[in-house]
């Protein structure tokens, strides 16, 4: 059963760069895809991205200012949000973005969650 | 982008009782070459991360019960639970993984009445 599990600072100033961190554990993290998805209070869902052998898809209105990268050597994945502002103040979570089965798989489907950590963006 | 719209955005339901909530995709989030629909769903109770239930519309996920089914085609989706639980009390997000960006639905929250 993978687990996953979100890291960073909690609290960014404006202008600033929001960095997190999701460790990998009970699986590699090769072979799937790795995806950021936020929810500011009070609101829905919000897909920001993912990660697949090293290629990076990002949300269309986030594209200039973020940037998800993969470590294999410690099963980590990394969200970097740049020119942070109050909007981007949310709970982030770190899913699993694939679902295999019989030895194929899709993406876009989250199967395995982050606890997810709230980030809040002030001064 | 494809916007996914659910309706009722609040749902009352009696224990026992069958819940029905609906999502609608502004575009097909169905292929024509297998016939498979990229939605699915997730159930998200307060301090935790959402659990998916439900994806190619309506295969459910290992371990999540009978009660809930999914239904739908195109453009028009069901989530349906047949007995609500008590346990079942949270807000229900639908989702497309046909195209990028991956979109939820606002979410409908489920209460007990």
Redesign the interface.
Known sequence: QVQLQESGPRLVKPSETLSLTCTVSGGSISTYYW?WIRQPPGK????TGDIYNGVS?Y??SLKSRITISVDTSKNQFSLKLSSVTAADTAVY?C?R?S?CSNAVC??????S????ILVTVSS | ?IVMTQSPDSLAVSLGERATINCKSSQSVTTSSNNRN?L?W?Q?KPG?????LI?WASTR?SGVPDRFSGSGSGTDFTLTISSLQAEDVAVY?C????S????????TKLEIK
């Open positions: 995806s829905g869902l919000e897909w898809n949300h269309p979570y899913a973005g679902h899709y993406s876009g489907i989250f199967d969650w982050g606890q997810g | 982008d990229y699915s997730y998200h935790q991360p959402p659990k998916l994806y996920e997000y989702q497309q993984y046909y990028t960006p991956r979109t939820f639905g606002q979410g």
